[in-house]
């Protein structure tokens, strides 16, 4: 029941769950057979996933070969397959459905639409012998398919995708009765089957690839360690370290929402776990319920922006951008720590605003420099184990050969014993009532130490993919079956260090942890193994109707040609089609609708941005739509745990993500806040920059400061924000970047071009259709004696046309090829890089603006201080 003082809004612990259930796992909880057969199948698609990405040499059996062995497309077939079976099973058709049984009707749709996913996989032989010529029985199965997959996608992520999904199938069909500037010639359904259900260009294309491969393990990972208790580990240690400073219940929900979203693929889900006890703590120090909702959804939704896993969307991003796993989560890792600083700094603000205090500390309280030199220890302690791990694992491997794995298995399983006997010394942590009278935070050492095993899964997981360099499904793989070690092991363990006795109670009861978190993981993927499946009916439309070349002309006649204006206007269209939408079809919509409208309008406007920039431009505003107003989900869960209203919940978490939604634009200018192409020192530079910038430009937005900023402030502190962001803005304008000449001036032997200079070339050209085109491209010039040298060595030759330089001929796979140059194009002119100062000069000025603005805001509170000192 509804708890009268919490509001009209708020509602039980039993509804919450519901609310998570039937967005994540599927609300429905049928009894006796069904639930056997609903619990089996999730635990043997999770299985089966282990199954495929397992390394070991289980598939050479005796007799029978090589069974058990599946290539990619007959693995996505069986992924999909057991996603719409459970789909059906767990999930109602309507609010009214029944949620204690399964009826007859969703058991034969589940078996319909599980053999019309595993049709690939079945009839994988004989599909293969006719490819684009699919018959009747093909096309029947496909049709049946493809409803059925829509119709799974409305019950467990309800209408928006599925809208989405139909306006493109429509569009597909209806191209030549569009209007003129969105025509194309349209397809037949045999061609819309071929292309959609029988081949891997739409619904079993590289998103379900990935969910697949990479993304079930993650998730499976993630419900493994929650299971073992990491997520109360980690709320209560963000509550140990930041509860007794100013808001600290906020900088906590914070940090612990940050840490819960490292592992976590639901924006949704991360609001009502971390919510149900940071939001009442929050709104006992003195938040208002929609402000309390807001910094949950705000850090919340943060979490699908961090690396590792960025809500699965960095495995996408790893196939659709084509760079290594390492280099996204390095490219992504920057913006979101910084984001998530900003936002523990608005907590702040808000505090100071309303004059908050922390929570009382439990136990004796140390001075704040015996704290220092504990955090100082304690990462001098952690940077010297490192070392030596690394360089041990790096001794151990070419000295043991073959058997260097199992020697590695068992002493991690050492470290993991060792860590747990350490933990048994302390109480086990249980979470304090949020609604009781009175809380005390934890004390952080025993805290901290109380679970340190539960971060040598993470520190597995990481050590493969950053030093081993595996790929993301095998870490995730060794990463999970270490979890499953600890669902088993650690009760027995710490039953036996502490002396309890009852140990076969103990392993009876990591046992069933393991199941459920088996079973969780997979109950887990099915909104994400639908999501990725109906995208690819968007991506599959895409591909079949050119539709994104239409979408860029829409957005340049939108924009007037105007560069920021049609960033904006991708960021509105961003935010529009990511509503409703989980994290996973929210990124492969967006990345495959208008990341291209950016590469082609910024070619047209002389903007020449790395692709992963333009990746992440997009997936930031579409993660923003489950924020914003009318559709925001994270903000009508949050309102729900806060008892506040929902829409202005959402409004103050949008503008609490203002610091958020601003950063895409700046990456987009200056690709130093990715990393790329930036050493350590430098790195370390950007890093520190950029934190100052975000928090002043968070101060401006939250117009408080030191004290409440009068408008003149505020607009000093968005100037040096700026500065700071974009230092080459105002280079530019002191010293002239580019050298302009003719593009004829390329024929000329004599032109001084030094190797290795950037050119810029202005392009007269076509696009995919034979319109024309002009658009920039970036050319670095190669090795070479003169000009044409330099530009053959580059892969370009040019001729005279009239004393027009005409393209030639350009080779294969070069870097001309790949800038984008071909034949018969016109250079019309060329922007030649010289010499500038260090931009990063401008810091100076930047941050000597900010000694009078400090000089005033501290005067001001020092006389607000006098003034409240004389009232008293």
Not at 112 to 129: C, K
Not at 372 to 380: D, K
Not at 419 to 440: K, N, T
Not at 825 to 839: S, T
Request: glycine share 10%; charged share 15%; with cysteine.
């Amino acid at each position: 029941m509804s708890d009268p003082k919490k509001g009209p809004s708020a509602i039980d612990e039993a509804g919450l769950q519901d609310m998570v259930a039937a967005t994540d796992s599927g609300a429905r909880t049928p009894l006796g057979f069904q639930k056997m057969l609903l619990l089996g199948t999730a635990l043997g698609w999770s299985l089966f996933q282990l199954w495929i990405a397992s390394p070991l040499p289980f598939y050479d059996w005796p007799l029978i070969g090589s069974f058990g062995v599946f290539n990619d497309t007959e693995a996505r077939s069986i992924h999909l397959a057991l996603a719409v079976f459970l789909a059906f099973l767990a999930y109602p058709a309507f609010d009214g459905s029944p949620r204690d049984r399964v009826p007859a009707i969703d058991l034969v749709l589940a078996v319909l639409g599980a053999f019309s996913a595993a049709y690939l996989f079945i009839f994988y032989v004989e599909l293969s012998t006719r490819p684009g010529a699919p018959l009747l029985q093909d096309m029947v199965v496909a049709c049946i398919g493809g409803v059925l997959l829509l119709e799974a996608t409305r019950r467990a992520l309800g209408p928006p995708l599925v809208a989405v999904a139909l306006v493109f199938l429509i569009y597909t069909f209806a191209g030549p009765y569009m209007p003129d500037i969105i025509a194309h010639k349209g397809a037949s359904l045999k061609q819309v089957v071929n292309h959609q259900w029988v081949t891997t260009e739409g619904v079993f294309g590289i998103a379900l690839g990935v969910s697949t491969s990479f993304v079930f393990l993650f998730v499976l990972f993630g419900a493994l360690l929650d299971k073992a208790g990491a997520g109360n580990y980690f709320i209560k240690v963000a509550f140990s370290l930041l509860g007794h400073m100013r808001g600290g219940p906020a900088k906590a929900a914070v940090v612990s929402s940050g840490m819960t979203g490292l592992i976590s693929g639901s924006s949704i889900a991360n609001v009502v776990t971390t919510g149900t006890f940071t939001i009442p703590m929050m709104k006992r120090v003195g938040f208002s319920a929609e402000k309390a909702g807001a910094v949950e959804v705000a850090s919340s939704v943060n979490g699908q922006i961090m690396p590792p896993v960025m809500g699965a969307a960095a495995f996408l991003m790893v196939e659709y951008v084509g760079l290594s796993y390492v280099e996204v989560i390095t490219h992504a890792f920057l913006p979101a720590l910084i984001s998530y600083i900003a936002l523990v700094y608005i907590v702040h603000l808000e505090a100071l605003k309303l004059g908050m205090e922390g929570l009382p500390r439990r136990g004796v309280v140390r001075p704040w420099q015996m704290r220092l030199m504990g955090l100082l220890l304690g990462f001098m302690g952690t940077a010297v184990v490192a070392f030596a791990v690394y360089f041990g694992i790096g001794w151990i491997k070419p000295i043991l050969g073959d058997a260097a794995g199992v020697v590695i298995a068992l002493l991690l399983f050492g470290v993991y014993v060792g860590l747990i006997r350490f933990a048994a010394g302390y109480p086990e942590l249980e979470l304090d009532d949020p609604e009781s009278e009175v809380v005390e935070l934890p004390e952080t050492g025993p805290t901290v130490k109380s679970g340190l095993h539960f971060i040598l899964p993470v520190v597995v997981l990481v050590w493969c993919l950053m030093v081993e360099r595996l790929s993301p499904g095998l870490s995730a793989f060794w990463a999970s079956v270490l979890m499953m070690v600890i669902l088993v092991t650690q009760r027995p363990l710490f039953a036996l260090f502490r002396n309890e006795g009852r140990l076969l109670a103990a392993c009876l009861s990591g046992f069933d942890q393991l199941i459920d978190g088996l079973i969780t993981g997979a109950r887990n993927m099915i909104g994400i193994g639908i999501a990725t499946a109906t995208a690819g009916i968007i991506v599959g439309a895409v591909s079949q109707t050119g539709v994104g070349s239409v979408l860029a002309d829409l957005v340049e006649v939108m924009s007037f040609g105007n560069l920021l204006l049609m960033l904006i206007l991708t960021a509105v269209l961003s935010l529009i089609l990511g509503m409703g939408l989980p994290t996973t079809a929210n990124y492969i919509v967006v990345s495959s609708l208008l990341a291209p409208v950016i590469v082609t309008l910024g070619q047209e406007s002389g903007l020449i941005v790395p692709l992963i920039a333009v990746h992440l431009f997009v997936f930031y505003f579409g993660i923003m739509a489950d924020v914003t107003p009318p559709v925001g989900l994270a903000s009508f869960a949050a309102a729900a745990v806060s008892g506040g209203d929902p829409i202005r919940t959402g409004f103050v978490a949008f503008f609490y993500s203002l610091r958020t939604a601003i950063l895409p634009f700046l990456f987009i200018f200056n690709t130093d806040l990715l990393l790329i192409n930036v050493d350590w020192p430098h790195g370390i530079m950007v890093f520190v920059i950029s934190t100052i910038g975000i928090l002043l430009f968070t101060a401006a937005t939250q117009g408080y400061f030191l004290v409440r900023s009068r408008v003149h402030e505020t607009l000093l502190l968005l100037l040096i924000a700026f500065s700071l962001f974009r230092p080459g803005f105002w280079m530019d304008r002191i010293v002239d970047p580019f050298e302009v000449r003719e593009g004829a001036a390329l024929l000329d032997e004599t032109l001084d071009i030094p190797a290795g200079t950037s050119l810029r070339l202005h392009i007269l050209g076509e696009d995919e259709i034979g319109n024309e085109r002009r658009f920039v491209v970036l050319l670095p010039a190669g090795e070479g004696d003169n000009t044409r040298d330099r530009l053959m060595d580059a892969g370009v030759e040019l001729m005279d046309d009239g004393g027009k330089a005409l393209v030639d001929a350009v080779s294969y796979d070069s870097r001309a090829e790949r800038a984008g140059l071909t034949f018969d194009q016109v250079i019309e002119r060329i922007e030649i890089a010289q010499p500038q100062p260090a931009k990063e000069l401008i810091f100076i000025p930047a941050l000597l603006l900010l000694v009078p603005l400090v000089m005033m805001q501290r005067r001001r509170r020092g006389v607000q201080a006098q003034g409240g000192t004389a009232k008293a």
